[in-house]
């Protein structure tokens, strides 16, 4: 069945395509985008503020993925969990219900814990992100990782990497600081398989640990 | 997801003048309703603006008002000092919503604006007047345990999804708007709307207008307020009913009063009959049962969603006793 669109944004008689053109008509940029192929653009360089990218364009995008300087070139509907897993193969986010309702796909940007389904990349322009694959450093796993380990915190394992995340998160925002508060701030982290009284002892023990996180 | 363009704004007057220009685009805060709207295929806008860049997350006391920018986050709000000594009831109902991760990226200005979670609005294969006016309303004869007792038409039946509002009504705040036609100011219970004979109007804003930020006055319901939301599961859940109670004691007398309930209506629904009716009585269980009663008036069910007509009454009384330490 054909996709509807709102019926509070269409303008009587005007086609889609022409919708379109009037949209680019406002960028003086356009042009020079059209014949410069997206390799050579280079997004500093570039200001995108207040200006736009067409239906299918590329838009360049430069932002620190676990600590590494990326320059991009993304199609606008790219959610930073299908930047993470489809175009840089960092597998480790996990799509769940790709809906927000799930927490799987949590990480954080800018140190706050988010959901990457519900981030559309291109407004992270300048951001740091960090992904399980960054937690560790080196082959020391970070503490979190180390006490879901010994409190058998996941039984499949699909939804750890967002538990820990959002662990961390749940540390570091100061609201570990009983398993009432845990629960309560963990709940946006669906676990299938029940493991929940695993996953709040290890949270609690890494805020009892006192370590860093 | 359809694909879109994208444009990025860091003034409001260039957010304004960029969505005008253009018949289907849509503004983009923290995305966290707008961009599961998009990949449902409820909402494709052909163009969105990004107005992440605008500097509108300012929370200050301006006036003796407490001031919230349109931008500034639902967490960032809950935990800011000024809030929870100002406006603790606002904080409270804030963190009773969604999830952390979701408060992280949500801002006051789209909780405003965020749709409702009508399962049939959810869905573009099924009938819904809010999402295509005209195709009848699925959930009036359909399922509707989550719908609507006070204020439906036979348009729609859906509710107001949002915590924060229900607390934003209670406490009389003021939506700063800018537009095409300058800055106005509306009363937060003017600003949502009953769905009436359109029900794809979640608000009185004209298009092109932009929330810049909320307004609270003072108040003196610091001490005795409560938001208490029923729902499915403990946490991460839509409420069936929740009530903000707000009340200012002399003793054991009620000098003032502000009661509002959520998950009931298509806006956050301010009980003003059952808060006259408490003004200058006591603060006692008797007295809050003949307010529910008060507040409950005109309440009808559809079926699934009758139990609310019990619950509501309950919660209304239970949010009451908690906040004047009666319960």
Redesign the interface.
């Known amino acids: 069945m054909a996709r509807k669109k709102s019926p509070n944004h269409q303008q009587e008689g005007q086609q889609p395509e022409e919708g379109r053109r009037n949209f680019l008509k406002q960028s003086t940029l356009l042009t020079a985008l059209a014949v410069t192929p997206p390799s050579l653009l280079k997004a500093a360089e570039l200001r995108w503020d207040e200006k736009a990218a067409s239906y299918f364009e590329k838009v360049p995008l430069a932002l620190e993925i676990n600590g590494k300087a990326q320059q991009l070139s993304v199609e606008p509907r790219v959610t930073l969990l299908d930047l993470l897993r489809e175009h840089l193969a960092q597998t480790g986010t996990k799509k769940g219900c790709d809906h927000g309702q799930c927490g799987a796909c949590t990480v954080h940007v800018d140190g706050k814990r988010v959901l990457s389904c519900l981030s559309l990349a291109v407004t992270l322009e300048g951001k740091k992100v960090t992904t399980i694959e960054g937690l560790s450093t080196g082959d020391q796993l970070h503490p979190m990782q180390e006490a879901f380990i010994k409190h058998d915190g996941f039984q499949c394992g699909y939804c750890t990497p967002g538990q820990i995340m959002s662990g961390v998160g749940c540390i570091r925002e100061g609201h570990a600081n009983s398993e009432e508060e845990i629960r309560e701030y963990m709940s946006g982290n669906i676990c299938r398989c029940g493991a929940y009284p695993n996953i709040v002892k290890a949270i609690a023990e890494v805020k009892k640990g006192g370590q860093k996180v | 997801?359809?694909?879109?363009?994208?444009?990025?704004?860091?003034t409001p007057k260039?957010a304004v003048e960029?969505l005008v220009?253009?018949?289907?685009?849509?503004w983009?805060a923290g995305?966290?309703n707008l961009?599961?709207l998009m990949?449902?295929?409820?909402?494709?806008?052909?163009?969105?603006i990004?107005i992440?860049?605008l500097p509108l997350k300012e929370i200050k006391k301006d006036n003796g008002k407490l001031h919230i920018g349109a931008l500034a986050l639902n967490?960032d709000v809950a935990?800011n000092d000024l809030v929870r000594q100002q406006q603790p009831l606002l904080s409270l109902a804030l963190q009773a919503g969604?999830?952390?991760?979701?408060r992280?990226?949500a801002t006051i200005g789209g909780n405003m604006m965020q749709r409702t979670r009508c399962s049939y609005f959810y869905n573009?294969?099924m009938p819904c007047n809010k999402?295509?006016?005209g195709t009848g309303c699925g959930a009036l004869k359909g399922f509707n345990r989550m719908h609507a007792i006070f204020g439906t038409s036979e348009k729609c039946i859906a509710v107001h999804p949002s915590d924060m509002c229900i607390a934003l009504v209670a406490l009389d705040a003021t939506v700063l708007i800018t537009g095409p036609k300058g800055e106005r100011r509306i009363s937060f219970q003017n600003f949502h709307r009953l769905p009436g004979d359109a029900p794809?109007?979640d608000n009185t804003l004209e298009?092109g207008e932009l929330i810049t930020g909320i307004e609270i006055p003072d108040n003196a319901f610091k001490d005795h307020f409560h938001y208490l939301k029923i729902r499915d599961r403990?946490?991460?859940a839509f409420a069936l009913v929740s009530v903000a109670a707000a009340v200012s004691l002399q003793g054991d007398t009620i000098q003032d009063v502000r009661l509002a309930m959520g998950g009931v209506a298509h806006k956050p629904w301010r009980l003003v009959e059952a808060e006259n009716f408490l003004k200058g009585k006591s603060a006692s269980e008797a007295n809050f049962r003949q307010a529910a009663a008060v507040a409950m008036k005109g309440a009808q069910g559809f079926g699934h969603n009758n139990f609310k007509l019990k619950l509501a009454p309950n919660t209304l009384v239970e949010a009451l006793k908690t906040a004047t330490g009666k319960a």
């Not at chain 2, 997801?1 to 860091?10: A, D, E, H, L, S």
């Not at chain 2, 409820?42 to 969105?48: F, R, S």
């Not at chain 2, 969604?98 to 979701?102: G, K, L, T, V, Y």
Request: proline share 5%.
């Open positions: 997801m359809i694909n879109f363009g994208y444009t990025r704004v860091t260039a960029a220009k253009n018949s289907n685009a849509q983009l995305g966290t961009v599961d990949k449902k295929g409820v909402i494709v806008p052909q163009n969105l990004d992440n860049n967490s935990e969604a999830s952390q991760q979701i992280n990226m573009p294969d999402r295509e006016p794809q109007r298009r403990t946490s991460y």
